[in-house]
Every structure is written in C-alpha cells, then in structure tokens.
C-alpha cells in the first residue's frame, strides 16, 4: 500500500517557522517528482513547490519564493518543506504529493495532510 504521511505542522505566529515532513512508503521515491500544495478553509487546491527527483531543481509558487524552501532525503523516503517567515494568509492544510506541479487529487498519491496556522 502506498502512504504518503505529513507532519509538522501547528499554530505559529506571524513570522515563525515550521517544517513539514512527508514519509513516502509503497512506491520507489527517487523515481517521482514531489510536491506540497495546500488549502485553505473555503478556497481551493494550490499548488506550493516541487522538487525532483533528485532534488536538485525546486519550483515555488511566488508567494512563498524566498520564505519556503522544499527538500528531500531520499535516503529516509521523506520529503520536507522548510517555511520561515509564516504569514497569515499561508494558514492551510497542507498536503504532498507525488508527481510535479500537482493540484488535482485524482493524479498521483497524496497524503491526508497537516494544518498549518499562523495567528497572532
């Protein structure tokens, strides 16, 4: 079976940061491109960031370009999501995936997600 399970996320405040974890099992990680998208309350999927399968290239949505920084250790099957400087409007669950660029739930595998919120 193929899970894909997040953690880290919380209650911040404005400016703090969290970092989101995703262990992959069931499937050859290195082989998949991933991505983090997220949503808020009454609002749709968003796309986030990706990364390949190496992690040497990243794509970010320009909201959260200098702010976010994606990641993996394919060693550990487990993709990361460092956000620093959290603002208000990035409050969402946020999910991974597999695949790049990813916002349609019924392509690839996703996980069941983590709620970030940042209030003060």
């Known amino acids: 079976e193929v899970q894909l399970v997040e953690s880290g996320g919380g209650s911040v405040q404005p400016g703090g940061s969290l970092r989101l974890s995703c262990v992959v099992s069931g499937l050859d990680f290195i082989r998949y491109y991933m991505s983090w998208a997220r949503q808020a309350p009454g609002e749709d999927l968003r796309w986030v960031s990706s990364i390949d399968y190496g992690g040497n290239s990243t794509y970010y949505r320009d909201s959260v370009k200098g702010r976010f920084t994606i990641s993996r250790d394919n060693a550990k099957n487990t993709l990361y999501l460092q956000m620093n400087a959290l603002k208000t409007e990035d409050t969402a669950k946020y999910y991974c995936?597999?695949?790049?660029?990813?916002?349609?739930?019924?392509?690839?595998?996703w996980g069941q997600g983590t709620q970030v919120t940042v209030s003060s």
């Open positions: 995936a597999t695949g790049y660029r990813t916002v349609y739930r019924e392509i690839g595998y």
